[in-house]
C-alpha cells in the first residue's frame, strides 16, 4: 500500500487517457455530464489543466459518438490532445482500449482518469505514477469512504491489492469492506495493452471492467499498488446534487488558497470565486461577492458586498460597490471608485476616477481624477455597432446625463446636470444640451380646479 512517493516520475513520459464519453442521463440536461462546470470551467477542462500541470506528455480522451461539443471543449483546453470515439458503451476497459492507437505507441506510464471527477489535484496524479518507477505494474487509487455503498471495494492482502470488486459483484463480507476504489489508474506502458486484450466481461453486467487488470496483472506476476487520496478528491459527479456538492467543495478549496495568501474574505461562505480568479495580498472582499471568469484584483483594493465581477482587472486601492456589476473589458484604475449601482463593461476608469452610483459606462474610457456623476449614461449601441465615449482627466459629469457615442469630453470639461451631449466639448469648457427652464408661476392653482371640477362632473 502506497502512501508518501519515495521517487518522482518526473523523468518518466506519460500518456494520460481520460474517460468523457457518459451522458449522464441521471444530470436531467441535454448537455453531457463532462461539460457541466464547477468554478466557471467544465468538469472536463479541470481534469485536462490539472493532467497538464501534473507533467503528462500526451492526453487522448475518449468522448461519445457525434459529440463535437465534447471534441471543441477538448481543444480549447488541451490543443494537442488527441481525440478517440467510443461507439459501443461496454465498459471502462472497453472505453480505455477505444484510444489503442495512443496507447500502442511506446511510453513509460499510462495513466486512466475520468472527466466527471474534476477535484484531483496535480501532486495527487504524481502520487499515482510513483509506484511505476518503483517496479509496480498497477497502480488504483483508493479512498477511505464514509459510506461505500455502490463502490468498488479494495480487496488486500497485508499491504498488496490483490482484486478490485464492483459492489454487485461483491460478498456481503466484502461489502464490509470501507477502502474504496477511486475509479483512477496508472499503469506501466508496456503491460497497458496486454493487460487490457485480456479482459472478460464475466460479471453481473456484462461489461469489460478496467478494475479487472489488477487480478490479471498479479497472475502474470506483476506488483501492484494502491495510492491513498482523500475522499474528497475522487468525488465524481453524476447528478446535480453531486455537481452541487463539487462546486461547494471546490470552492472551500478556492476560499482557503485565498486566505492563506493573504486576502480577507470578511464572510468566507459568502464569496463565490472562479477557477482562475487572482486576489493579491490585502484585498478585502466583503460579504456575497461573485467572481466570474477572469478577474485579478490586485493588492489593497476593496470589493464591497452584493458585487458581480467578470472579466475585470481592479487596480491596487481602488474600491468596487456595494451593488457593482464589472463586466468584461472593466478596468479600474489605482484608488478608482465604482460605487453602488453602478455597471461598467469594456470600459477603463482612470487613477482616483470615481463613478459613485446609478451609472452604466459601455466602451468608454474615464481619465483619472474624472468625477462621473449619478445617473450618468453612455449610449454606446444605435442596434448595429457599438461606439466608445472619451472622456479626460478632471472632467466633471453632472447628474443625469447621457453622452452620444462617438463622443470626447475634454479634460477638464463639465457637463451640466441633465445634459444630452452628442458634440464633443473641448478642454476646460462647459457642455449643456437640455431644453431651457420656463416657470409659469400661478399654472398649479388652476390646474387643480380645473381638474376638482373635471371629477366632479
Not at 204 to 222: N, P
Not at 352 to 380: F, Q, R
Not at 412 to 436: E, K, M, N, Q, Y
Amino acid at each position: 500500500m502506497t502512501s508518501s512517493p519515495t521517487s518522482q516520475p518526473s523523468s518518466r513520459n506519460c500518456l494520460a487517457i481520460v474517460l468523457a464519453a457518459g451522458e449522464g442521463t441521471r444530470m436531467k440536461s441535454a448537455k453531457p455530464k463532462v461539460l457541466h462546470q464547477v468554478a466557471n470551467r467544465s468538469m472536463l477542462g479541470h481534469v485536462l489543466a490539472t493532467l497538464a500541470q501534473a507533467g503528462a506528455t500526451r492526453i487522448a480522451v475518449v468522448i461519445g459518438p457525434d459529440r463535437e461539443d465534447v471534441a471543441k471543449e477538448v481543444q480549447k483546453i488541451s490543443g494537442e490532445a488527441r481525440i478517440f470515439v467510443q461507439t459501443d458503451r461496454l465498459g471502462t476497459a472497453h472505453a480505455v482500449l477505444s484510444a489503442r492507437e495512443s496507447l500502442a505507441q511506446p511510453v513509460d506510464d499510462v495513466i486512466i482518469a475520468f472527466g466527471d471527477t474534476p477535484l484531483i489535484l496535480p501532486e495527487t496524479f504524481t502520487k499515482l505514477r510513483a509506484p511505476l518507477a518503483e517496479g509496480a505494474g498497477v497502480v488504483a487509487m483508493g479512498f477511505e469512504a464514509k459510506d461505500p455503498t455502490g463502490y468498488g471495494r479494495f480487496i488486500t492482502s497485508g499491504n498488496q491489492l490483490m482484486a478490485i470488486r464492483e459492489h454487485r459483484d461483491a460478498t456481503e463480507a466484502e461489502r464490509a469492506i470501507a477502502l474504496c476504489n477511486g475509479g483512477l489508474m496508472a499503469i506501466r506502458g508496456d503491460l497497458a495493452l496486454p493487460l487490457l486484450d485480456r479482459v472478460e466481461n464475466k460479471n453481473a453486467k456484462g461489461e469489460y471492467y478496467l478494475t479487472d487488470i489488477v487480478e490479471i496483472a498479479r497472475s502474470l506476476g506483476h506488483r501492484t499498488a494502491i495510492a491513498v487520496v482523500p475522499e474528497e478528491e475522487v468525488h465524481g459527479v453524476n447528478d446535480r446534487a453531486q455537481l452541487a456538492a463539487a462546486e461547494r467543495m471546490i470552492q472551500d478549496r478556492l476560499r482557503g488558497a485565498a486566505m492563506a495568501a493573504g486576502v480577507t474574505l470578511v464572510a468566507p461562505e459568502t464569496v463565490f470565486f472562479s477557477h482562475d480568479t487572482r486576489l493579491e495580498q490585502d484585498v478585502v472582499v466583503a460579504p456575497h461577492v461573485v467572481f466570474g471568469p477572469g478577474v485579478v484584483v490586485e493588492h489593497g483594493a476593496v470589493i464591497h458586498s452584493f458585487s458581480h465581477l467578470e472579466g475585470a482587472r481592479i487596480a491596487s486601492g481602488a474600491g468596487v460597490g456595494p451593488f457593482a456589476r464589472l463586466r468584461p473589458g472593466a478596468v479600474i484604475g489605482p484608488k478608482a471608485k465604482v460605487g453602488n449601482f453602478v455597471e461598467i463593461k469594456n470600459a477603463d476608469l482612470g487613477a482616483g476616477a470615481k463613478v459613485s452610483h446609478l451609472t452604466y459606462l459601455g466602451d468608454a474610457s474615464v481619465g483619472a481624477e474624472a468625477n462621473i456623476g449619478a445617473g450618468t449614461i453612455t449610449c454606446n449601441y444605435d442596434g448595429f455597432g457599438k461606439y466608445r465615449t472619451e472622456i479626460g482627466e478632471g472632467a466633471f459629469i453632472g447628474s443625469n446625463s447621457s453622452l452620444v457615442a462617438p463622443v470626447t469630453i475634454g479634460k477638464g470639461a463639465f457637463v451640466g446636470s441633465g445634459s444630452v451631449i452628442t458634440d464633443s466639448i473641448p478642454d476646460d469648457s462647459l457642455g449643456l444640451g437640455r431644453g431651457r427652464q420656463t416657470t409659469k408661476e400661478g399654472w398649479a392653482i388652476s390646474f387643480r380646479e380645473k381638474a376638482q371640477a373635471a371629477k366632479r362632473k
